[in-house]
């Protein structure tokens, strides 16, 4: 599965398919596709969502199977399988016979029992034997009379049984083969517009190998868009607006849509919804496709058209109106399926929970230095269950040290302190006077309503205001947006000589580097000359 790539502003729109639809591009965006806040997706999430590969949570592999079973495309495939026993008669191409076409749709539920199958109902059912051959769920072969014969694979029986492991690779097969068929599908648009088939160009590649080409890596980088957006959404509110999805890859990082953006934008929808439509019949998502009446616009008289337009223009879409552009939701099979593509082609791709195997150590250590982890659901995990007094102890031993990591293992160990709650509270009385870990310790219990905790010395109210500080730096990178307010919240009062003559002096790893932050950000330039100042004789003390 290709990397996912978010589209630069010196990069042409992608050359879709379907170019020329008709769908009311000339709307603004946030009307036409609804309001990314109203589907839990914020500008932060979406910036978020465009860098990384986050955990997900999976059900179990027994769960995952029986869903994988219940979607009908591939149960049909299984039952047709079964069917086959002990042997059934095919022809030279593996094919059912003509007399056992419509029997194989009654037995799928597709057609009546009495009377003629439907034309669909028979495509429907070769379709799902295809699949079925596909897997090798059956096997084709020739009798010594020479009969072309059908029987059932050695995989049938443990998928039929409900073996894990067989019906996921069964199914993660399946949703290959589906993958590359609506990628051909796709591209096959190309030669079907041009009524043959395309010409070779110079590089000896042809138009419908290169529309093949990116129609793949299109919907490769929408499948990896839905996996970060599904990871990072409150759950409920996994189902992400087609548009939405389409601008996620089209507008380039750090810009909003502009109206040129808005046809190559229709573009991608138009291109996506077929591809989307197809992966839907395996269970990897759930999809609403365009309303087809949507492309009606093409047959309006020029008067009816601009009418239109002005009304759309004129009005905010309701949920109902903007859900006709098209809805897609990831499944946890489809999470399953694409976790499992970008772990084959050497991407890490974590689980919710795979730091929180090990001891408190284990723990802290592995969330302060992954580049993709939920913070907050690691601790989740490992502190459920867990005896509070216990967890508490062994949480506070973990946090101390002057390593480069170890005021994040501090502000972890407080917020899995939160997790575990009141409980916890004799193992942190028993920290108070540690020279690292009792400041933070004083502030769990203030938060938590406690009334009699000591009041710290200066030392240890200094020390803490760097490891606090510097906990901050690592966790937010040095963004600068997200330290303002906690520079302009520190305790400087009237004195900034004093206070940073005191704090320069603080034995800390991270002090130089807290008062450089200082400096730069603090928004009264007398406190801070007075932060660069001490900043500068902390770096000549070390």
Known sequence: MAARRRRNADTPAAGAPGE???LPADL????????????????????????????????????????????????????????????????EFGDLTGPDRAPAARL???????????????????????????LDLVEIGTTAAGEHVAIPGPDLEPAEAGDAETVLELWLTAAGIVRELAVEADSQDLEAEDGERAEEDEDGLSDVEEARDEAAELLDEALQVLYETTAFAEPGNETVPLGVLAALLVVPDGEEPSDELLGDITDVMVALDPMLADLAELGLLEYRPIDPELFDEEEEGAEGEAEHSAQAESAELDEAESARFGLVRLTPLGQYGIRQWLLEDGYDAPLVGDLARGDAAELLRGVSEAANVLPEEELKVWVAGREPVAAARELLAAARGIDAYAPMRRLLCHSALTLLGAPAEPAVREVLDDPELGGGARAWLVSLGVTDVPVPDRAMALWTVVDAFAAQLLDTGGDPDQLRDLVSELPVTDDPVGYFGELWRVEHPYTADVLEAVGELHPDRAVAKEARKAAFKARSRG
């Open 108 to 134: 799928l539920g597709l057609a009546p029992e009495e009377g003629d199958a439907p034309e669909e109902a028979v495509v429907e059912a070769m379709r799902a034997w295809s699949l079925a051959c596909d």
């Open 28 to 91: 603004e965006l946030q009307d036409l596709y609804g309001a990314f806040a109203a589907h839990g997706l914020d500008d932060e999430d979406l910036d978020d969502a465009a860098v990384l590969v986050p955990p997900v949570t999976l059900p179990s592999e027994p769960e995952l199977a029986e869903r994988a079973k219940a979607v009908p495309m591939f149960g049909w495939a299984l039952k047709l399988a079964r069917w086959t026993a002990p042997h059934r008669a095919v022809d």
């Open 20 to 22: 020329g639809a008709v």
